[in-house]
């Protein structure tokens, strides 16, 4: 789906260019404490891969260049009301601050309700969560999916993290 005259989201799945595929893992390395290791970053993206339809990755271009990816997950068995969680989001950092990411979202969640859609469901629940001091990235996903927080939790990751889980209910 084009958006803007630069930025183009589709989706990421196993037959995609070994190029798309080289270039989300280093984003994920690059993004993410825990997927530092390129062999582990590459384990876990192959393996959520291999879970299409209920894992769907989307990857955002910038003028051609693999620039953020998404994650989304859908909870609970493909029932008629979808319970979908955006895992993770990771845009490449030469590319933040030029919309990537919330184009990334927006399109994305567009292209995740109308497959939905298309299988006679709809989405019942809508989940992120992201670091409590993370009031950049909060407002992001407030102001593209209208979720609010409603529970703040101790980081399963680290110990001394605070976590906000947001959703949005239709």
Not at 25 to 37: L, R
Not at 64 to 91: K, M, N, T
Not at 127 to 152: C, H, P
Request: net charge positive.
């Amino acid at each position: 789906m084009k958006n803007d005259a630069s930025i183009y989201v589709e989706s990421f799945w196993k037959g995609h260019k070994t190029g798309d595929f080289e270039a989300v893992v280093a984003i994920a390395q690059e993004s993410f404490s825990g997927m530092k290791n390129k062999i582990n970053a590459t384990r876990w993206i192959c393996a959520n891969l291999a879970a299409r339809p209920r894992m769907q990755y989307y990857i955002a271009k910038y003028n051609g260049i693999v620039a953020g990816y998404i994650l989304w997950v859908e909870h609970g068995g493909f029932r008629r009301e979808a319970y979908l969680e955006l895992e993770q989001i990771a845009v490449k950092e030469s590319f933040r601050g030029k919309g990537v990411g919330s184009i990334l979202i927006k399109s994305s969640f567009q292209n995740i309700k109308k497959d939905i859609e298309e299988s006679d469901r709809k989405i019942k629940t809508v989940k992120i969560t992201t670091g409590q001091e993370n009031i950049k990235a909060q407002k992001l996903y407030e102001k593209t999916l209208g979720v609010k927080i409603e529970n703040i939790v101790k980081s399963p990751y680290r110990n001394e993290d605070i976590e906000v889980e947001m959703f949005v209910r239709y």
